[in-house]
């Protein structure tokens, strides 16, 4: 019997490489396979969970945001976010593939403490998660650090920094969470597709920093 390609070639299905761009390493050297990952990101309401997988993502991410009506007005505070119409009601779906391939699957959580049951399905197979804060409403993110803290999930802790907030260091956060050492705490922009790159690039190398070999 023919190889696979040969046979599928007979039959007319096209070759799963694609023929018309350049061969990439990965597609002919099978220790380069594109590596595929899956990173959550989490963080209280409003924190710009949606915002940081839209910036990033090279696909037309999908999201699940559905308008705020008055009913979550004692719930969800817009203090800090007072342009934000809408909320995630079940996760943001984003794609970022870095070095030909790594693949990194993006998905994040809704931040409405009623929706937080979605969280043990998100999280499934996931390499790690950035946990995103605001100087403004710290204590927001404890539930995600003790979310991740409690499952094992190794996790960073970006600050995505609002306009006209004050600017703190990135150490001052970390004593103000009590985030170990280890564990890479920095100040970004969830707007900036390079900011946004940085912090996904420091949790892929903590996360293989956790992973025993
Ligand atoms: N000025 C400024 N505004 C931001 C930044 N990040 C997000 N925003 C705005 O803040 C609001 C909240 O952003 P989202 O990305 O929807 O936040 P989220 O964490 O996905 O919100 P939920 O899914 O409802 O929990 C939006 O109006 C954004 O435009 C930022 O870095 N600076
Ligand atoms: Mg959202």
Redesign the pocket.
């Known amino acids: 019997m023919g190889s696979v390609v040969s046979d599928a070639a007979a039959f007319g299905v096209p070759p799963l490489v694609d023929t018309d761009g350049p061969v990439q390493p990965w597609q002919t050297d099978p220790t380069r396979a594109p590596v595929a990952t899956k990173i959550v990101v989490a963080?209280?309401?409003?924190?710009?969970?949606?915002?940081?997988v839209t910036a990033v993502s090279e696909i037309t991410p999908l999201q699940t945001e559905a308008l705020m009506t008055e009913a979550s007005e004692e719930t969800d505070d817009l203090a800090a976010?007072p342009?934000?119409l809408?909320?995630?009601v079940a996760m943001?779906f984003g794609r970022l593939t870095l070095d030909d391939d790594l693949v990194l699957y993006l998905f994040?959580t809704?931040?409405?403490q009623r929706f937080w049951f979605m969280w043990d399905d998100l999280v499934r197979g996931a390499i790690g998660a950035v946990v995103?804060a605001d100087t403004r409403r710290l204590k927001d993110c404890w539930p995600a650090l003790d979310y991740f803290e409690s499952c094992g999930l190794p996790y960073v802790v970006a600050v995505?920094?609002?306009?006209g907030s004050e600017l703190f260091e990135a150490e001052d956060v970390r004593e103000a969470l009590t985030i170990p050492a280890h564990i890479p705490v920095m100040i970004m922009?969830?707007?900036r597709r390079i900011s946004a790159i940085e912090t996904l690039l420091s949790l892929v190398g903590h996360a293989l920093d956790e992973t025993p070999e």
């Open positions: 963080g209280g309401f409003g924190v710009g969970k949606t915002t940081l976010t342009g934000k809408t909320t995630t943001d994040g809704p931040g409405q995103l995505n920094h609002f306009d922009d969830a707007r």
